[in-house]
Every structure is written in C-alpha cells, then in structure tokens.
C-alpha cells in the first residue's frame, strides 16, 4: 500500500525558514517523480515544484529561488527547504507521487497524496 | 498559465441523481492531459481520472472523464453516499501544471 506522510510543518515567522519532509512507502520511491501541492486557507490547489527521478528540479515561478527540494532515495523521503516565507506561503503542502502510468516527460499528473502539513508564515 | 474554471462550485443532489462537473480552461489542454481527484475532508486527494477519460485504478464505472481541448467533464453517473465530497480538475499539459477551484458536491 502506497503511503505519503509528511511533517515538518509549524508556525514560523516571515522571513524564516523550515524544512518540511514526505515519507514514502509502498512503491520504488526512487523510480518515481515526486512534486509538493499546496493550498493556503479558502484558495485552491496549487503546484509548487517536482523533482524527477533522475534528480531533475522545477518550481513555481512563486517560490524559485527561495525553495528548494531534494529527495534521498536511500531513506525514500521527499524534502523542500523553504527559505524567506512570506505570509502568502501559509498552506497545508501535500507531497504526492507521479502517476502510473506516466504521460510524456516532464508532465504529471498523481495517483497518491500525503495528507499535508499545515505550515503557518506570522509574526 | 492556463486557467481551469470548474462549475459550478456547488452541486446539491440526492443519493442516485447524476452528477456532471465542467472544468473549463483558457487555453487548449495538450494532449488532454487533464485529471481529475477527489478530496473529503480528513482524507487523502485521490485520484479518479487521468488523460481526461482513464479511470484509475480501483475507481468505481459509475465516474467518467470526457472531454477534449478547452471542455472537459466529469460525470457520476449514480450518486453514492460516499461520492459526496470536493471535486478538482488539473491540468498537466503546459507548464505550470494549474488546477481548477474545485466544485463541491452536497446532499441535498
């Protein structure tokens, strides 16, 4: 059975960092793209940044430069380093695991989701 | 970016009745890469289509995808008590993968 499970979540003040953390079980971790969704309070879902199997990175033009996210394949965990928060990054940020089967190269869609970590950017 | 508009953003039906959500986007969708999950509250979002018409695995006959281009619908064609829940499109075409605001199905 597939499972995501996050954490690293909390209240940090803008301009602050945290590190949130996915861990995965049930699949090849390794073989898979893994992305971070977000969504903030009363908004919708939004995509945030993937990173590939092969260790390819994309991010949102909203959090480049600011955030980065890594994977260790030998504990089969998902990171993201959020670096200078601004209240507008206050969400619950979801990992979530690339689709089976896979659409071209550099475009998925995901067949599980973690249930989040809320992460609250305020003074 | 590409834009999704889902309507509407509430249903109310019955148990039974058919359910037809719209996710619209501003640009044509490549290749219909588009999905669409269902999320309930204290649950994991699951996935329900991909490719705009495959369902995913496990995924009751009672949902279907369709839809092509810039029009897309997701029909559920006998409302269970468990169907009842928040709905959202995604499209994985162009980048940046965008997702609609979601439509929410109530009992009514």
């Known amino acids: 059975e597939v499972q995501l499970l996050e954490s690293g979540g909390g209240l940090v003040q803008p301009g602050g960092s945290l590190r949130l953390s996915c861990a995965a079980s049930?699949?090849?971790?390794?073989?898979?793209?893994m992305s971070w969704v977000r969504q903030a309070p009363g908004k919708g879902l939004e995509w945030v940044s993937t990173?590939?199997?092969?260790?390819?990175?994309y991010y949102a033009d909203s959090v480049k430069g600011r955030f980065t996210i890594s994977r260790d394949n030998s504990k089969n965990t998902l990171y993201v380093q959020m670096s200078s928060l601004r209240a507008e990054d206050t969400a619950v940020y979801y990992c979530?695991?690339?689709?089976?089967?896979?659409?071209?190269?550099?475009?998925?869609?995901?067949?599980?989701w973690g249930q989040g970590t809320l992460v609250t950017v305020s003074s | 970016e590409i834009v999704l508009t889902q309507s509407p953003g509430t249903l109310s039906l019955s148990p039974g009745e058919r359910a037809t959500l719209s996710c619209r986007a501003s640009?044509?969708?490549?290749?219909?890469?588009l999905a669409w999950y269902q999320r309930k509250p204290g649950q994991a979002t699951r996935l329900l289509i991909y490719?705009?018409?495959n369902r995913a695995t496990g995924i009751p006959d009672r949902f279907s995808g369709s839809g092509s281009g810039t029009d897309f619908t997701l029909t559920i064609s006998r409302l269970e008590p468990e169907d009842f829940a928040v709905y959202y499109c995604?499209?994985?075409?162009?980048?940046?993968?965008?997702f609609g605001g979601g439509t929410k199905v109530e009992i009514k």
């Open positions: 979530a695991k690339r689709g089976d089967p896979p659409a071209r190269p550099g475009s998925y869609y995901f067949d599980y």
């Open positions: 049930g699949f090849t971790f390794s073989s898979y793209a």
């Open positions: 990173i590939s199997s092969g260790g390819n990175t």
């Open positions: 640009q044509s969708v490549s290749s219909s890469y």
């Open positions: 490719g705009a018409s």
């Open positions: 995604h499209q994985y075409g162009s980048s940046p993968p965008t």
